[in-house]
């Protein structure tokens, strides 16, 4: 009713009611005609009301599922009635409201036959006729759905509708209704006959009616999408029209259609051939379907119409077309190729007959500007540019064409045939897998093998799928010429990388394929194909033509490198390589083999030779510079960076068909163009050549087939100029060095020489390899089977591998660098052989048979191209001795082998190999020993260019072989003595040596550990007889390692075995070795000190040198031996011979002849020597009591003449190496020195009890000789340590006992003169040339000093003298004088002496001599008073004068180095002093005033304290004391001993200065020495009272003169300076002298003795006054004799100080009553005054 009113409103409102109501069930179903009925009343309304009534009409069918027929009808009339109208919200609802009924009236049929079932009939079905005429009952629900879909084609074709009441619908509508029900229900219609039928009789030809007519862009795309769906889903039930639209396709793309048609093939737009490819790629990416098709249309002989064929033959010629628009790959022909090169590649791919690849190949040799044409931007394939944004085949929203980029068809056609071998692939290499059967090798490695191709006839009939395998080969059978050649054009294109890898990758499934299914011609026609691109020829050849640029090239040159075009204008500026698509073809190469490599066969051969190309391209060129370099130099720049090819989706439902650019912006590059830098390459060919490992028996045969197939070729070509080059094709054919006389095969030969290798492009080198790439691979195959190599039959690889290189390495045509890689990759092979027995008995013997039999065809090469045959037979010698070293333990066989191999080191090989020797059984082959060949001389082998070489070699071996000789037999060990023999006679040095020492020593042990069994002793002990005798021989030998080696092999043996042997052998021993021995051996050096000077030229004399040097070695070598034997055997065996004492005198001749006249180094030896044989007599027993005296006696006499000998020496000028070249003596070095030191120290505590003065003098004087030797050339340093010799003399001297008269004062004496030695006879001498220094360049000079002896030596001589101070012989015979003066001469150097050490902070000297000398003082002061009158008083006078004079020198010695020590140190220098103040007034003072000792000693004793208390020295001006005492100051400080009286009028004639003057050093010092004066002069001391006032009475004129000189300059410079203040110094030293002064009391009479004729008489008592005297005469007589008499001796002197007025000194003091005190010169002279008036008796 609502409805009905016309109002728009209502009727809207009462729609969405009757909507709402529907959806709810709530309306009966009754009812729905008249809601169809009203709703088709309400479409005049406006558009909300027709939107409505869509919403309405679509949930009453929903929800009301039995409307059928004529109902449904109407309803869906109503949709089609509102999809025409031309408002487009309506029409575009309506569409879709229509697809939703039409899919709902087709999910019913689903429903009901789910329910039913397809083929139940159930009560409601209604009979239909069928388009064939046929009637069929059919349900509503499917009744419905034929009558829809029936109307749907016919009014897509244009017809009148039988069931929809319509009588047009718009083509284009149709067709996507059409398409959407056949994607959503294929399967629907596949299960009812009666819809496939629709398909065949109204679909199908509307279908081809539409293609065929006037193509129009939207009805041809839409026919086209449901044509796909038709291929897709019905090929099967529509067999024929799927062929019929397959074939129509295929005609549209390959622009061939049947004109029977009625259509021009020249009218066809290019978009029609663009939806035809879309359709095709979608095909063509459904594998199934394509074998579907196959098996329709190809697989019947009688099939009209090969569709798979037909397709591949369309896409081939469609991706051919146009050459010029896909351009040419920069990077295929490789980088840096010449043009020449670049033509080879064209021919060379003309010669595969690969023709259109050869078109484009030769692009690369067009003229530049056609170039520039075809590498431009504007040319070739890549997913930016050739693609489409959405593919023609979705755009159903275009009324016309898109816009197509031109190359769009080619990109579909390239992306077809990836499609196609993707599919094979994708279903064929799983199954391939699961179906290859694996098997086990066997014993040696248990991996599973690679697997072979699939034999498809071999598969059982019940393997499923069998027919699609086979289905699949008949596809790669049918396809593969079309698959190449459009493949093989599209590489070498101008593809985008991820285009190039799509492209490559469909090339390596299609090889793939081919091998796993045993599809040998096109797998190898694929494969040869690929190899071109992987390794272009025209790059080989460019590498060995390739040479550095000189210069940087121009701008133009720079802009051809980077378009690529430098390889077209004459020469590359690039190095020559492959570029990164050509590695990525290498690449795939590798895969391909590595997965085929169980099927691979005879195409190794090719696979191999592209490998070796690769590497000769890669790694050859690739050596030159920085790694870094080369890679980015062998890889050419990439192309823009593209992407893999995406994929979007098409029509609904499908499968995808296409890519787009921004499917593929951010998806990862393709694997095959991943890890392309060179090492990945080469790993990945490491890789395949492992992959070895996992070959069966057969295919491994045929890969080592082909390797040393192509390595014969490889090597033919470089050693083509030798056609008699032969080949050994087995073991068998070893048997001599020439083992074929046919020459290689002139097929291969030939054909390589002139033409080149035919994949690589290599002619004939200029120059030899540096090596055979096969060869080295060769080498890591056989090692990487081992196993396979020695567990399998020969045949397998053994014989090929060993055959093959012992071919090359002994064919002389071959070039050297070959052989003697082939002989290393044997070498290789052979080591690791033994390491890889893992089973014993006969296998183990077998294996090691084989081998050696190989090594020593290796070894037994006789060329006549000596440098390479020396250098294979090294090879193989060093082969042997790693063998040796590895697996010596384990060898069961082969020993007479090795003997014989080394052997033939030691001589020329003979023509021929030597023969077996059937006496003795040998397991190797072509190899002879005789264990009964009779004995070489020894003499040297001389050099062979053979044997020099070798020789080296060989005895590593020999080393090893001697390592274990407990593995040898008897016999063996016969051979291995001989063979020791021989290498002991080698011209190599160090081999004869270790031959004749290390290794026959080994052999000696040997045999000796065997003859503790007594069966088998006699064997072994012929065995010790045969290795005595060489070593006997070799004793004798000219050089002198050899003699080392041999000498030091027999005492060795003496010492190891002596203890066994009987006296009667000692004797021989002794008489026929030893003492022989040395003979010979002084025999020979004196022969080789033959002098001839002035004769011989300088080489000559050098040669000479160096000869009696090395015989001096031996004989040095010879005597410590004899030395060893001597300590271990002369007491037990040596002294009990009958001859021992003329041996021995004959020994110890010997040794003095060595010592005096043999070279300095055999002395010392001699003289160990003979030192150790006397000690070894110390422990003889009473039995041999007589004759060990005998023994020491004859030594003795022997040290006496060899002191002579050095005494001699020592007393002439140093002799020199020219003095011993003139036939002189030669000086004695310090370590033959040392030697006869220790024998005569020796000899002393054996023997030395008994000596007496005499022969202890003689030795003194021997061992004072040696100390003081000045010609020697080696001395050592000895400041800071005593030399070995001086070390050595000291103790010698200190283990003697000097106990018998006369030998202290030898012993004191010698000891004294020794402590001089640093200040007396210390020198400078040049050491010996150094090696190589010509003798006229300077030498270097250094100091001998004698240091650290006379420090040693000051405190010892001081400690002996304590120990003998009561033996009064050396105070009679001047030994102790002579002690003083040693002591004297550091303590007057002082500070002038030399350094007491170099590293160390020892005392320095004159402080160590004066500790020393002050301990003698004391010592002998006080032993002086006891034994005094037991020595002359001549011996007195010079003990007490030598003693003063060295307190003197003291004293008075140059201090003023002093100055530049720190305060501190100063102050310690001044203590250490006062020692010797303390000594004089201690020990010296009380005992020199004794009656024997005259007046002027010790009147020196006072000028020397009176000179050493000075404190100031006035420059210019004359010294006052001086002037009164009638001398000059003298710079040395030595002083006359006379005493001149004081003179007044020096007084009044004194002259003062104005100068300040110059303070001496050690100011306290001098006070010291001055208070000393005083004291001496003074009355303080009360003990030995006499001898007291001897001294004063001596003294006090030297007192008064020091302090009157004090006083009268500062009268004279006060008199000068007037006010002006006087040196602190003279200020100073002026109070001191007037407080001493006026403290100083004298013994009565002193001044009076003082001044008398005898001083020393009148000391002790002075006569009485002279009557005669009066006046003051008389007064100064009495004041003389007084203790205040020195005040009235400067009596006006001080009345000049006391009366001065201008200036008084004034010094601040410390008294002992008042303290510190002030204190005034001028007061000080006025109370000297006062004490002369009260000694006067006057008081003032």
Not at 1151 to 1160: C, E
Not at 1435 to 1449: A, E, I, K, P, S
Request: aromatic content about 6%; glycine content about 6%; proline content about 5%.
């Amino acid at each position: 009713m609502g409805c009905a009113t016309k109002n728009p409103k209502v009727i809207a409102i009462a729609l969405g009611s009757l909507q709402r109501l529907i959806s709810m069930k709530a309306v009966p179903q009754s009812t729905a005609p008249t809601i169809v009925g009203i709703m088709g009343d309400s479409l005049s309304q406006g558009v909300d009301i027709q939107l409505k009534v869509l919403q309405a009409l679509l949930s009453l069918l929903t929800n009301y599922t039995d409307v059928h027929d004529e109902l449904l009808g109407d309803a869906l009339l109503l949709c089609f009635r509102l999809q025409e109208s031309r408002i487009a919200v309506v029409s575009s609802t309506a569409a879709a409201t229509l697809r939703q009924l039409v899919m709902f009236v087709f999910d019913k049929v689903v429903e009901a036959d789910n329910k039913y079932g397809s083929g139940v009939i159930v009560s409601e079905a209604s009979n239909t006729e069928l388009p064939n005429g046929s009637v069929v009952p059919l349900h509503p629900s499917a009744k419905d759905a034929f009558f829809v879909f029936q109307d749907l084609c016919l009014l897509a074709n244009s017809e009148k509708a039988r069931f929809l009441k319509l009588h047009a619908l718009p083509k284009t509508f149709g067709l996507e209704l059409i398409e959407s029900v056949l994607t959503n229900y294929h399967a629907l219609f596949r299960q009812r006959p009666e819809l496939l039928m629709l398909l065949r009789h109204n679909l199908c030809p509307l279908l081809l009616k539409s293609l065929s007519d006037k193509p129009l862009f939207p009805l041809t795309l839409r026919s086209t999408r449901v044509v796909y769906l038709l291929l897709k889903q019905f090929s099967a039930e529509l067999e024929t029209e799927a062929e019929v639209f397959l074939m129509f396709l295929i005609r549209v793309v390959s622009g061939d259609l049947d004109s029977s048609a009625g259509e021009s093939s020249g009218n066809r737009p290019t978009w029609m051939r663009v939806l035809a490819l879309e359709i095709l790629r979608g095909i063509c990416s459904d594998a199934a379907l394509l074998r579907s098709i196959w098996d329709h249309y190809d697989a019947h002989a009688e099939s009209g119409s090969k569709v798979f064929t037909s397709l591949i033959t369309a896409m081939s010629r469609l991706a051919t077309e146009k050459p010029a628009l896909l351009g040419v790959s920069s990077q295929m022909a490789g980088v840096g190729i010449t043009a020449h090169a670049a033509e080879t590649n064209t021919a060379s791919a003309a010669a595969y007959g690969l023709e259109v690849a050869g078109r484009v190949a030769s692009a690369a040799t067009a003229h530049v500007s056609n170039a520039v044409g075809l590498m431009g931007s504007d040319v070739g394939l890549s997913l930016g540019g050739s693609s489409m944004r959405l593919q023609c085949i979705d755009q159903l929203d275009k009324a016309d064409s898109p816009i197509i980029p031109e190359s769009y068809v080619y990109l579909l056609a390239l992306q077809c045939l990836v499609s196609i071998s993707e599919g094979m692939a994708a279903y064929t290499l799983p199954l391939y897998t699961s179906l290859s059967s694996y098997r086990q090798r066997g014993t040696g490695d248990p991996s599973p093998t690679a697997p072979g191709s699939l034999d498809l006839n071999a598969l059982a009939d019940t393997e499923q799928h069998k027919a699609q395998l086979k289905t699949v080969a008949a596809m790669v059978e049918r396809g593969w010429p079309g698959l190449l050649s459009a493949l093989s054009f599209l590489l070498s294109t101008n593809l985008s990388d991820d285009l190039f890898a799509e492209t490559l990758g469909a090339y390596q499934n299609v090889m793939i394929v081919s091998g796993a299914l045993n599809l040998i011609t096109p797998r190898d026609t694929f494969l040869t194909s690929l190899t071109k691109f992987a390794i272009p020829p025209g790059v080989v050849s460019s590498v060995d033509a390739y040479a550095e640029p000189a210069s940087s090239s121009s701008k133009s040159a720079s802009v051809s490198d980077a378009l690529g075009f430098s390889n077209l204008s004459g020469g590359p500026t690039a190095t020559p390589g492959l570029s990164e698509r050509n590695l990525a073809c290498l690449k795939s190469i590798v895969h391909t083999a590595s997965y085929l490599s169980g099927s691979l066969g005879a195409k190794w051969f090719d696979i191999l030779e592209v490998l070796q190309n690769a590497d000769y391209v890669i790694t050859l060129r690739g050596t030159k510079g920085s790694t870094a370099a080369k890679r980015a130099t062998m890889l050419a720049p990439s192309a823009s960076a593209q992407r893999q090819i995406g994929r979007a989706p098409s029509v609904a439902g499908t499968p995808t068909l296409g890519g787009t650019a921004e499917s593929a912006s951010n998806i990862a590059r393709h694997p095959l163009l991943t890890d392309l830098d060179i090492d990945t390459v080469q790993s990945g060919i490491s890789r395949l050549l492992d992959g070895t490992r996992s070959l069966d028996d057969r295919a491994f045969k045929d890969f080592v087939a082909a390797l040393c197939r192509l390595s014969r070729e490889m090597i033919g070509m470089q050693a083509a100029r030798s056609p008699s080059m032969t080949w050994v094709e087995s073991m068998d054919d070893l048997g001599s060095p020439t083992v074929s006389s046919s020459p290689m095969s002139p097929s291969l030969l030939g054909a390589s020489v002139k033409s080149g290798r035919r994949v690589s492009g290599i002619g004939m080198p200029k120059a030899a390899k540096a090596g055979d790439y096969c060869i080295s691979k060769l080498g890591q195959v056989a090692l990487q089977n081992i196993h396979r190599l020695l567990y399998r039959d020969t045949d397998i690889a053994w014989d090929e591998v060993t055959s093959h290189l012992l071919s090359v390495l002994r064919d002389q045509s071959t070039p050297s660098t070959l052989r003697v890689q082939a002989a290393g990759v044997l070498d290789e092979i052979l080591v690791i052989v033994p390491r890889n027995v893992t089973t014993a008995g006969a296998l183990q013997g077998d294996i090691q048979q084989r081998m050696f039999e190989v090594l020593s065809q290796q070894m037994f090469l006789n060329d006549t191209n000596q440098a390479i045959g020396l250098e294979i037979r090294q090879m193989a010698l060093e082969t042997l001795r790693k063998i040796l070293q590895s697996s010596a333990h384990s060898l069961v066989v082969g020993w007479e082998t090795i003997f014989a191999m080394l052997e033939s080191a030691c001589q020329p090989l003979q023509p021929d190999p030597p023969t077996t020797n059937p006496s003795t059984p040998l397991r190797g082959k072509g190899l002879s020993i005789s264990t009964g060949s009779p004995r070489l001389p020894y003499s040297v082998i001389p050099p062979t260019r053979s044997t020099t070489a070798l020789v080296r070699s060989a005895f590593q071996s020999l080393t090893l072989v001697c390592d274990t000789l407990d593995s040898l037999s008897p016999d063996q060990l016969q051979l291995c003595i001989r063979t020791l023999g021989q290498f002991g006679r080698q011209q190599d040095t160090n081999i004869a040596l270790t031959a004749a020492e290390s290794l026959m020593w080994g052999v000696s042990d040997s045999i000796q550990a065997n003859r503790k069994d007594a069966e088998k002793e006699p064997v072994y002990s012929a065995l010790w007889t045969s290795l005595l005798l060489e070593l006997r021989g070799l004793c004798a030998d000219a050089r002198q390692e050899v003699r080392f080696g041999a000498i030091q092999t027999m005492f060795r043996t003496l010492q190891l075995y002596g203890a066994t042997l009987s006296l009667q052998t000692w004797d021989d021993c002794v008489w026929n070795v030893m003492l022989p021995l040395l003979d010979s051996l002084t025999v020979s050096v004196k022969e080789a000190a033959a002098v001839n000077a002035g004769i011989e030229p300088p080489s000559a004399v050098s040669l000479r040198e160096n000869s009696r040097t090395q015989w001096g070695d031996s004989k040095t070598l010879a005597l410590q031996s004899i030395s060893k034997v001597l300590q271990d055997f002369l007491v037990s065996k040596i002294m009990y011979l009958e001859t021992f004492v003329q041996a021995w005198d004959r020994f110890v001749s010997h040794i003095t002849d060595s010592t005096l006249h043999d070279a300095r180094s055999i002395s010392t030896a001699a003289l160990r020597c003979l030192d150790q044989g006397l000690k070894a007599t110390s422990s003889t027993g009473m039995n041999l009591q007589g004759i060990t005296a005998g023994a020491w006696e004859r030594v003795w006499e022997a040290c006496n003449v060899m002191g002579d000998a050095v005494k001699k020496q020592s007393r002439t000028p140093r002799l020199g190496d020219e003095d011993a070249a003139l036939g002189g003596p030669l000086p004695f070095t310090q370590e033959s020195l040392l030697a006869l030191v220790e024998v005569i120290a020796s000899v002393y505590s054996l023997s030395g009890r008994g000596w007496n003065l005499e022969r202890l003098a003689r030795v003194m004087q021997i061992l004072k000789a040696i100390m003081t030797y000045q010609s020697s050339h080696d001395y050592r340093p000895d400041i800071d340590s005593l030399t070995p010799v001086q070390n050595a003399v000291i103790s010698a001297i200190q283990s003697m006992q000097f106990d018998i008269t006369g030998a202290p004062s030898i012993l004191l004496f010698d000891i004294a003169e020794y402590m001089t030695l640093a200040f007396l006879a210390a020198f400078d001498f040049e050491e010996p040339p150094l090696s190589g220094q010509t003798p006229e360049k300077p030498r270097p000079t250094k100091h001998v000093s004698y240091i650290a002896l006379s420090k040693m030596c000051m405190p010892l001589l001081a400690g002996l003298f304590s120990k003998y101070k009561d033996v009064t012989e050396i105070y009679a015979d001047g030994t102790v004088e002579s002690m003083f003066s040693s002591y004297a001469i550091p303590m007057k150097l002082k500070y002038d002496a030399p350094a007491p050490s170099k590293f160390g902070s020892d005392q320095p000297l004159w402080k160590t001599a004066t500790s020393s000398f002050l301990v003698v003082v004391n010592t002998s002061s006080n032993t002086i008073d006891t034994i005094g009158d037991a020595i002359s008083e001549e011996n007195l006078v010079g003990f007490w004068r030598q003693m003063l004079d060295v307190y003197r020198g003291a004293l008075l010695a140059d201090c003023s180095f002093i100055e530049s020590f720190p305060i501190e140190e100063q102050v310690k220098e001044e203590d250490f002093d006062r020692s010797l103040i303390r000594s004089l007034q201690a020990d010296v003072v009380p005992r020199v005033a004794t009656s024997r000792v005259p007046d002027d000693i010790i009147i020196q004793l006072g000028r020397t304290l009176k000179i050493s208390s000075r404190l100031l020295e006035l420059d210019g001006v004359a010294n006052l004391e001086d002037a009164e005492s009638g001398e000059s100051s003298e710079s040395d400080g030595k002083r006359s001993v006379e005493f001149a009286y004081w003179d007044t009028s020096t007084a009044d004639t004194l002259v003062g200065t104005t100068t300040t003057g110059t303070p001496l050093p050690r100011e306290r010092f001098s006070y010291w020495c001055f208070d000393l004066l005083f004291l001496l002069c003074s009355d303080t001391v009360q003990d030995h009272v006499e001898s007291r006032k001897r001294i004063a009475a001596l003294i006090l004129p030297n007192l008064l003169d020091r302090c009157h000189s004090v006083l009268a300059s500062f009268v004279a410079d006060v008199k000068l300076r007037g006010s002006s203040p006087l040196p602190r110094v003279q200020e100073e030293e002026l109070i001191y002298v007037l407080r001493k002064m006026l403290e100083l009391q004298l013994w009565p009479g002193s001044l009076w003795a003082a001044f008398s004729s005898s001083p020393t008489v009148h000391a002790k008592q002075q006569p009485g006054s002279e009557p005669s005297l009066r006046g003051h005469t008389l007064v100064a007589d009495a004041i003389r004799r007084s203790s205040k008499a020195h005040l009235y001796h400067v009596y006006s002197v001080l009345c000049d100080i006391a009366s001065s007025s201008s200036y008084h000194p004034t010094v601040w003091a410390e008294d002992p009553k008042k303290g510190v005190v002030e204190l005034n010169s001028r007061q000080l002279a006025r109370q000297a005054l006062r004490e002369i008036g009260k000694e006067m008796g006057v008081e003032i």
